[in-house]
């Protein structure tokens, strides 16, 4: 299976290269994507044999859901992290610390409202609580798609660090949202009050951070006394999954505690512990790696589309909710940030970017994907799955022009 999985990512980047020639990760989705919906429309012409099988199987088996929330992610996170220059960071602490945060919690709301309202008017009203999940589901930005975006855009260092801390740590957040309120939805918890759900929240929020911050620490103890490349590598994968893993029996957030293992490698205390050499074959082989597990990641996305179920109702809300999506960003960056905004205001220069820059991608689909199977799995899906291919397509592929034009004279 995993060869299969890696010729077809070879063949999908390679008729990319020579076709579309837009980043990897997207080139790669687009084509899987092409390739599910020839199925799906040649399936019904073809009575005999069911075209669909194979691959709904084969997705199966890999379980999207559990492989990437429970495996992959926690290398995607710290790769990630690693990138992040913490000096700039500091710098916008406040600002990345209320996107994070803040804003994720405005959006999980004003997405509720807004799904709660296009059910309603489409004659398929929902329990509020289900729209809440929703929320969840698609409010957190993707890191995987956003640090990979920063890379080649040549936004200010400032602007950079506050994109990448945002997308890096809302995941967290998201993830921690989502628990708590997919198990009211399905009856798993009674009623929350707020001040549960704040205490919950801090709980695995703050026991996640400070695990990270734990597990990152011993690890440079542990690689300061040799100079090997291989070690430190070795190293940093034990130090990503193994904080991962620790965090999920402890009962804390996993995202949260992986990338500030993570960050932990960008401190002033990591520079003494690796020289210029090491850490840049260790940058190297975390690029490689992050690489490929981005492909592979983009691909299974492209792929998911056989596990829906076309209806027109999806199709409508779907095209309802993507410019809904596009406004409660907006609002909830505007709103979290407004301190930042109104005293040092940049023609809106930083509000556009990270407000078009706010794409969805993996963990959004892998939680819809983790839905418990009824009714509103099978109407919140194809709603989900459409925001996301929204936001990596059009919104990816948009948005160097849209950085070219905020930032003319970079």
């Known amino acids: 299976m995993i060869a299969l999985l890696l010729a077809l990512a070879a063949a999908f980047s390679i008729a990319n290269h020579h076709t579309l020639r837009v980043p990897v990760t997207i080139g790669v989705l687009i084509f899987s994507l092409l390739t599910s919906l020839i199925v799906m429309a040649l399936n019904p012409l073809i009575p005999a044999y069911d075209l669909q099988a194979l691959p709904r199987s084969v997705l199966g088996a890999i379980d999207l859901p559990e492989t990437f929330l429970n495996g992959v992610l926690s290398l995607l996170l710290f790769a990630g992290a690693m990138q992040v220059n913490l000096t700039h960071l500091r ?23 807004a799904s709660w309202l296009v059910f309603s008017l489409l004659g398929h009203a929902s329990p509020f609580i289900w729209c809440v999940v929703l929320g969840a589901i698609i409010a957190p930005t993707d890191p995987v798609s956003v640090v990979g975006m920063l890379k080649r855009l040549g936004l200010p260092d400032t602007v950079q660090a506050l994109f990448a801390g945002e997308s890096l740590f809302n995941d967290g957040v998201g993830v921690v949202i989502f628990g708590l309120t997919i198990e009211v939805a399905t009856g798993g918890r009674q009623d929350v009050s707020a001040l549960e759900f704040l205490s919950s929240f801090c709980r695995e929020a703050l026991g996640g951070g400070v695990l990270g911050a734990l597990t990152g620490w011993i690890a440079l103890r542990i690689l300061r006394g040799q100079r090997d490349s291989h070690i430190d590598l070795l190293t940093s994968l034990a130090l990503a999954m193994g904080t991962f893993s620790i965090a999920s029996k402890l009962g804390v957030s996993g995202p949260i505690a992986v990338v500030v293992a993570g960050l932990c ?15 840049k074959e260790l940058d190297s082989a975390w690029t490689l790696l992050d690489e490929v597990l981005n492909v592979l990641l983009f691909m ?8 829906i179920t076309p209806r027109y109702f999806s199709l409508a809300a779907t095209f309802l909710i993507i410019p809904l999506s596009l406004g409660a960003r907006a609002l909830s960056v505007l709103l979290s940030t407004l301190p930042a905004h109104l005293r040092h205001w ?65």
Do not use: K
Request: proline letters at 3%.
């Open 300 to 307: 299974l996305i492209g792929f998911e589309i056989l596990e």
């Open 91 to 113: 710098a916008r602490l406040a600002s990345a610390t209320a996107l994070a945060i803040v804003a994720t919690v405005l959006a999980v709301a004003f997405l509720a409202v």
């Open 346 to 410: 940049d023609h809106g220069r930083t509000f556009g970017v990270l407000t078009w820059g706010g794409i969805r991608g993996g963990i959004s689909v892998s939680l819809a994907l983790g839905l418990p199977p009824g009714e509103m799995r099978d109407l919140l899906l194809p709603v989900c799955y459409g925001v996301v291919v929204f936001s990596i397509v059009v919104q990816g592929l948009t948005m160097e022009r849209v950085v070219n034009r905020l930032y003319r004279h970079r």
């Open 265 to 279: 490698f960008g401190t002033s205390y990591s520079r003494s512990v690796f020289d210029e050499l090491s850490r």
